[in-house]
Each structure stands twice: as structure tokens, then as C-alpha cells.
């Protein structure tokens, strides 16, 4: 029989304390008070993380859910000396982590543990200042058409003169704490990736390289806060990022398969060739790389004229024009000969990072030539060309061809599940009602038991897969922990039945005509969530001089700037699109209504997105709801998540799409939503509305 948890781990033989004791302390050190929902997800993930059963827990705003995973998790590294790495998607969490919570955790538990918790950050080597680069001076070359125009050029200049400078003065290297920030073609002047890296004990400057001290750090911490791409990346490469870890929690998880999607995928153009044959080409004899220059440039003049979109079949043309890239780039990696240690280290840093864009070529162009070999059905990547719009003021990017993974569930599974215990947490990861959408995105199996709803809690408080790992399966659990919130009570669902279906063309006089009276009733107050940027801007330009209150649009200013001006003016509203969906808390009566044009499903000609659904289909599965539904599914739930932020907050999220109450996935989107209280008549939802706004005002 196993030891109670009370005498289950021990530092110096001192029993520990179990989890709820902690978890009381690290609430009174915050000055909250426990939940229910967090409490029962504490325990779920020190279960979790006990008996390697991987878990998927849903937490809603407000439930603590930081806390719950932290303390159990701050508990297992101490208790056996290890590391436990934390992943989220945003940098606004990951400085919640580190700057907020876990410095007043580590307060607070250390009396408790009798050791202090370590805690660090850790990023990807291109966020970091690379010194080598500084003294030796960048490369020369221009990766962009723009900064050949002079006036681009001098703003360059004074960029990287202020990196330098920087260089100076920093503890870190680190370029989130760079303020105000640089252009990307700034940064890339003083940083380097992996590949480009000299390493540790070749680099003059390896002592001081801020990145290996950021490294090092995370070597010595029990806990470690990093991102997706990160974490991707670890389980891409050949090469070890992260510190040796058993237990990895996946915050805001349900970004986690589009993050992996986006580090597993690469892009050939022509400029990249260029940019290879000249790196190369002070290091080989001219004709070498020479010979990988011209490859690129009749690759460039065939994606020129190609159509953009998804390719299915590869044009003996293209087939060839990759061909000639794959193999004038193999040539000039024999030319380069095997890495070696130049006595100067521009030199060897020069060799390195030509070493690398020629390999980064190379390999994409044999990813891309390898995708169309098998039959469609069987394809694991997809292929697409990229042809950006000519933007005013602005030099066209050069078109491109990608190449991605087509789902990342083999990979999750192979990296993540069947290596470590995994806990992944976001405030929505139902879908429909049930955590399997989302779990057979990352490679988990069915839940077993007949009837089972992984949303709901069964017996312990949760619902469990009947694949043990025993039989090389693997096994996880969902738990919905709630929501501190009573979304009946506070929200109103309003589905605008009586318009018509959304067109392709823009909105329509009837849309206009209701997203302008939703504002007037609620006196302004007002998050307009749009599927594209064309359509908040024709709403924006289109309502702004009708409106009784200020309007901002997503492009005038910083995004950031723009939420804290609609937080600031109650009367405010803030029109956007995708970011917005997600990254928007403003509790309080500054936000009391959200509206919603569309259903956001992927547009149609999506090539992930329409590749994925193809497989699915292929495999005999529906397409549409596995894919295009659970999408939009997702991003629905997350903008309706935006209304209610704190205990007093109130409001209505109104979408305007009428399929979402008279189509047959109607019920799998709305179950997917918070349980407000619905309704589709437009005067039972502005007379509430305006009610709302006269208690805001005092009235």
C-alpha cells in the first residue's frame, strides 16, 4: 500500500507538506481566497504528476489556475530535486509567471518546503543579444529589398547603433526588455540562431553570451517558464534546448497545435537562395556559388509566375527548378568542406552562418521535393505558395513556397506524451462539450468508457481514458474545474437569427444597421470581434462618423495602446481581428458588450486547414467538423470569453451570424461556448443593454 502523500516525498527527511496546505498558503500570500475549482485542479495535476497520467484540465477566468498547477508542480522539484518546465503562447503570461507569481510563491512556500524554489525564463537563442555578433559586426548583406532605400537604410543605421549601445548596459540580452523595440531587421544584426551559434566553447565571447547564462540558470531551476515555439523546438531539433524535465504544463494549450505547426514548417524563396549563394560565395570558389545564385533566381522567376495557393501536384518545371536548388546547394556544402576553427572569429562565425543558410536551403528543398511523393491521401506535409499583396509604401515581399505539417498529433505523441507527464490547461479546451476535439489534434487517445463526457466530472472528478501505459498506450484524464463566474446570470447570449447569412462582399447595410444599434443601447461599452481585417475596417470607416462614441480600429495605433484606451474611456469601443479574439482582459463597465460578425470558420482556402480536412476525410472521418468547426469552435469560445473578467462584470455577447442558431453544427459551436443566457430577440437584448448602461452610469 503507498504512503499517504503527507510522508510521500522528503527533503532532508522532513516530511512535506501536502498540496492543499500549500495551496492555502500561496492564496493567503496573494491575498485571494481559495476556490473549489482550483482546489479540485491542484489535486488533479499532483495525481497527474504522481502517477504519470497525463491530464487536460479547463479552467475558467478566475478560477486561480496559475496557482493550481504551480504549487503541486513547485512541490514535486523540490521534493525530488528536479525540473518542471511551464509552456505558454504569450509573452503576457510568461511575465505573469515570472515577474508576479511565482516570486510571492517562492516567498510564501519556502518556510513551508524548507528549500527556496528557483524559478527562470527561458527563449529560443534568437531572443537573445548574441555579444560574438556585436564585436564582430554583422553580416553585410540585406535581407530585405526595403533596406535598400536609403531612408530605410539610415533608420537601420540608428537602430543598430542603439542595439550597441544596449549591448552595454543589459544584464540580460534579452529583447523583450528592450523599450520601445526595433524592427526585426534591426534585431537580426545582433542576434544569431541555434544554427548560426558558434557554441559555447568556440565563441571568443561564450563566457559573457547571454543566452548560455540564460541556459545555465534554467539548469539550476525547478521551475522553468518558456513558450510553445520553444518547446517545439526541443522536440524538433537533433539538439537538446531545455533542461533535462519529467513533467512539462502546457498552459493556454489550445494554441499549442498551431505553435508547433508554425516552428515545423519552412519556406524556400528566392531571396533565401540568394541570400546562401552570397554568404557562400566569399567562402568557395566563385563558380559554386555561382551555380547555387542562378538556381535560385530561375526558381524565382517560375514562382513569379505560378498562382498562389495549395499545390497537390508538382510541375515537372517546379520539380526541376527545386532540383537544381537542392543540388547546387549540396555542392556548395562539399565546397565549405567540415565545420573547423578559424583563428579569427569573424571568419568562423562567417563559415557558420553560410553554412547554415546553405543547409537551410538544402534541406527545405528536399522537404519540398519528398512532399509530393507519396499518394495525396497519404501526404504527411502540405505545400503551398505564398504571393503577399503589394502593400503601399512598401516593397513586395517576394513570393514563397511552404511547407507544413499536415497534423502534429504523431509528433506531440512521440516528443511530449511518451516521454514525460504532461498538464495541459487553458480556460477553454472543450469543444462541443467534450475535451476529444482538441485531444485528437495533439495525438491523445479516445476516452474510454461508454457514454463518458470528458467535460464533466465522473467519480473523482474527472473522466479517464481506459488506455493504460502499460500496453504502450497512453493515458490521460479531463478535468473541467468551472468557472467562478454564473454565466446564466451575468451574460446574455444573442444570436442575431432574423439577418442574412454572411456573403463574401463585405458586410451588409443590415449588419451595419445592427452592430450600429448594439452600440448606441449600450452606450458605447463595446469589443467588435471581426473574422478579417478588411471587414473591422469597412465597420470601422463605414460606422465611425454615425456613432454616438469614440471608435478605434486595430491598425491605428499599437494594439496595446488601443486596449488601454478603450479600458480607460468607458464610452469607447475597439473594433480588430484575430488577436483580439484572444488577448483582450478589460474587466469592469468599459466592456459590456461583444459582438461577433461571423462564425470564424478557416477560409476556404486555407492550405493547412483544407489539407487537414482532406485527410480527415480521407480516413473516413468528418472533415469539416474535425477541422473547420473545431476551429471556429475555439476562437468563438475564446471571444466570448473576453465579457466577463472579474466577479461584477456583466454584459452580452451578441454574434451575428444566424447559422449559428439555424444550422445543423449550430449545437456543436454553441456548446462550446459559456452557458449564458440565450436569446435571438433583438429587443429583449438592447432593452438589457440598455439597462446595463444606465446601472453603469448611475442613471
Known amino acids: 500500500m503507498p504512503a499517504p502523500d503527507l510522508l510521500s516525498d522528503a527533503v532532508d527527511d522532513t516530511p512535506l507538506p501536502d498540496v492543499a496546505t500549500l495551496l492555502a498558503a500561496a492564496v493567503a500570500a496573494v491575498g485571494g481566497a481559495e476556490r473549489p475549482g482550483q482546489v479540485r485542479m491542484a489535486e488533479a495535476v499532483r495525481k497527474a504528476i504522481a502517477s504519470g497520467e497525463h491530464l487536460a484540465a479547463q479552467a475558467g477566468t478566475g478560477t486561480g489556475k496559475s496557482l493550481a498547477y504551480l504549487v503541486p508542480a513547485i512541490r514535486h522539484a523540490v521534493a525530488e530535486d528536479t525540473t518542471v518546465v511551464v509552456s505558454t503562447a504569450t509573452i503576457a503570461l510568461q511575465r505573469q509567471l515570472v515577474d508576479r507569481d511565482l516570486p510571492r510563491l517562492a516567498e510564501a512556500l519556502t518556510p513551508l518546503l524548507g528549500a527556496e524554489p528557483k524559478f527562470a525564463i527561458l527563449k529560443g537563442r534568437r531572443n537573445y543579444l548574441c555579444l560574438n555578433r556585436v564585436q564582430t559586426g554583422a553580416l553585410e548583406e540585406p535581407e ?13 543605421g540608428r537602430q543598430v547603433k542603439r542595439l550597441n549601445e544596449w549591448a552595454d548596459e543589459t544584464t540580460t540580452g534579452d529583447r523583450d526588455e528592450l523599450v520601445p523595440g526595433v524592427s526585426e531587421q534591426a534585431w537580426r544584426q545582433v542576434s544569431v540562431t541555434a544554427r548560426e551559434c558558434l557554441g559555447a566553447q568556440r565563441c571568443p565571447q561564450g563566457a559573457e553570451c547571454f543566452a548560455e547564462r540564460a541556459r545555465a540558470e534554467a539548469g539550476e531551476a525547478h521551475i522553468v517558464v518558456t513558450n510553445h515555439a520553444l518547446l517545439a523546438i526541443d522536440a524538433l531539433e537533433d539538439f537538446q534546448v531545455l533542461p533535462e524535465h519529467d513533467v512539462v504544463i502546457v498552459d493556454e494549450a489550445h494554441e499549442l497545435v498551431d505553435r508547433v505547426t508554425s516552428v515545423a514548417t519552412d519556406d524556400l524563396s528566392a531571396a533565401a537562395v540568394d541570400v546562401a549563394a552570397r554568404r557562400c560565395g566569399r567562402l568557395v570558389e566563385d563558380g559554386v556559388a555561382d551555380r547555387l545564385k542562378e538556381a535560385g533566381e530561375g526558381l524565382g522567376v517560375l514562382l513569379e509566375e505560378m498562382p498562389p495557393g495549395r499545390m497537390d501536384v508538382l510541375s515537372p518545371a517546379l520539380g526541376n527548378a527545386l532540383a537544381a536548388v537542392r543540388d547546387a546547394a549540396h555542392a556548395c556544402l562539399t565546397a ?15 563559415r557558420k552562418a553560410a553554412r547554415s543558410s546553405v543547409e537551410d536551403v538544402h534541406d527545405t528543398a528536399v522537404r519540398l521535393l519528398d512532399a509530393f511523393t507519396p499518394e ?3 501526404r504527411s506535409d502540405v505545400v503551398w505558395l505564398d504571393k503577399p499583396f503589394v502593400q503601399e509604401g512598401r516593397p513586395r515581399r517576394p513570393p514563397a513556397l511552404h511547407v507544413a505539417p499536415i497534423g502534429v498529433g504523431g509528433l506531440l505523441r512521440a516528443t511530449l506524451f511518451d516521454r514525460r507527464t504532461a498538464i495541459l490547461t487553458s480556460a477553454t479546451l472543450t469543444l462541443g462539450g467534450s475535451f476529444e476535439p482538441l485531444a485528437r489534434q495533439w495525438g491523445l487517445p479516445p476516452l474510454g468508457g461508454e457514454g463518458k463526457d470528458a467535460s464533466r466530472p465522473t467519480g473523482d472528478d474527472a473522466a479517464k481514458s481506459d488506455a493504460g501505459k502499460d500496453d504502450g498506450k497512453v493515458a490521460w484524464s479531463g478535468l473541467d474545474a468551472g468557472s467562478p463566474f454564473d454565466h446564466a446570470k451575468s451574460g446574455i447570449l444573442y444570436v442575431a437569427r432574423h439577418l442574412p447569412q454572411p456573403g463574401r462582399d463585405g458586410l451588409t447595410d443590415a449588419y451595419l444597421t445592427e452592430i450600429t444599434e ?10 467588435g470581434l471581426f473574422s478579417s481585417m478588411r471587414a473591422a475596417r469597412q465597420a470601422a470607416d463605414e460606422l465611425k462618423d454615425h456613432l454616438s462614441h469614440p471608435l478605434l480600429c486595430q491598425g491605428d495605433d499599437a494594439t496595446s495602446l488601443l486596449v488601454k484606451r478603450f479600458a480607460e474611456d468607458e464610452r469607447t469601443c475597439l473594433f480588430g481581428t484575430l488577436s483580439l479574439w484572444q488577448g483582450v482582459d478589460v474587466p469592469g463597465p468599459s466592456l459590456q458588450l461583444v459582438i461577433m460578425d461571423r ?48 466577479m461584477d462584470d456583466r454584459g452580452v455577447v451578441a454574434v451575428l451570424d444566424p447559422r449559428l ?39
Open 144 to 156: 530585405d529589398e526595403g533596406l535598400f532605400d536609403p531612408q530605410q537604410l539610415s533608420a537601420l
Open 336 to 350: 565549405l568542406g567540415p565545420e573547423r576553427k578559424e583563428n579569427d572569429p569573424g571568419d568562423m562565425a562567417a
Open 376 to 378: 495525396i491521401a497519404a
Open 518 to 527: 448594439l452600440i448606441e443601447a449600450a452606450g458605447g461599452r463595446t469589443l
Open 599 to 646: 462564425i470564424p470558420f478557416p477560409r476556404p482556402d486555407d492550405p493547412v486547414a483544407s489539407a487537414r480536412q482532406r485527410a480527415v476525410a480521407a480516413r473516413g472521418g468528418n472533415g469539416f467538423m474535425a477541422v473547420a468547426a473545431t476551429h471556429a469552435a475555439l476562437l468563438l469560445a475564446q471571444g466570448a470569453g473576453r465579457l466577463l473578467r472579474s
Open 661 to 699: 442558431a439555424t444550422a445543423r453544427y449550430g449545437s456543436f459551436l454553441k456548446a462550446s461556448l459559456p452557458p449564458f443566457w440565450p436569446t435571438t430577440d433583438p429587443q429583449v437584448v438592447r432593452s438589457a443593454l440598455r439597462r446595463l448602461d444606465a446601472a453603469a452610469t448611475g442613471a
